[in-house]
């Protein structure tokens, strides 16, 4: 069955950066879209970016360009999201998800079970 | 960015019917996809494509698109149906998905 698993939860300094990973089984990664999205303490979802492990395209949620960065590892079948210069403002819960096909507008048909990363001095 | 409009809370009695809106944009011909998520959970896919179900979701779940309102109905709710539910929609102009504010479900 489909499964994406993600990395540990992370506590990070202002100014430092995250790699969240999350590792994909049960599907051929490159034949379907992975999407990431976070959800501060309390808030709702937020979109923020989508990767295709197929050709290495890439979508950026415009307030988080030149800051965020996806990439995919189709050897291990795992995907990373990179995201830079953290602010308090970026704690929050950060999901990968896949799509139901390989466009980025894809409905979300499987979701890992989530990364807190928290920023804190 | 910008957020999809839905109503903060929703109550509803045990065994009436909940419905959720979603609006603040012309949908058109773009799909609504709808999401469950339980506290400490991540999120499930309810309805997609409008009005569509994935295997194992209850028919009690439904949706709808007139335009420029997407709904999502569950019919006989259940208190298990508890929890919030979020909109989404790919918005071609700005090339983005887009997430409504969710809706939490209280069942009285």
């Known amino acids: 069955q489909v499964q994406l698993v993600q990395s540990g939860a992370e506590v990070k300094t202002p100014g430092a950066s995250v790699k969240v990973s999350c590792k994909a089984s049960?599907?051929?990664?490159?034949?379907?879209?992975l999407t990431w999205v976070r959800q501060a303490p309390g808030q709702g979802l937020e979109w923020m970016g989508w990767?295709?492990?197929?050709?290495?395209?890439?979508k950026y949620a415009q307030n988080l360009q030149g800051r965020v960065t996806m990439t995919t590892d189709t050897s291990t079948s795992t995907a990373y999201m990179e995201l830079r210069s953290l602010r308090s403002a970026d704690t929050a819960v950060y999901y990968c998800a896949k799509g139901a096909y390989y466009n980025t507008e894809s409905r979300l048909d499987h979701w890992g079970q989530g990364t807190l990363v928290t920023v804190s001095s | 960015s910008y957020v999809l409009t839905q109503p903060p809370s929703v109550s509803v009695a045990p065994g009436q019917t909940a419905r959720i809106t979603c609006g603040g944009y012309?949908?058109?011909?773009?799909?609504v996809h709808w999401y469950q998520q339980k506290p400490g959970q991540a999120p499930v896919l309810v309805v997609y494509?409008?009005?569509d179900r994935p295997s194992g979701i209850p028919e009690r779940f439904s949706g709808s698109n007139s335009g420029n309102t997407a709904t999502l109905t569950i019919s006989r709710v259940e208190a298990g149906d508890e929890a919030h539910y979020y909109c989404q929609v790919w918005d071609s102009s700005s090339d983005q998905v887009v997430f409504g504010g969710g809706t939490e479900l209280t069942v009285l």
């Open positions: 049960g599907y051929r990664i490159t034949t379907f879209g």
């Open positions: 990767i295709s492990a197929y050709n290495g395209n890439t």
């Open positions: 012309n949908f058109g011909s773009e799909s």
């Open positions: 494509d409008n009005r």
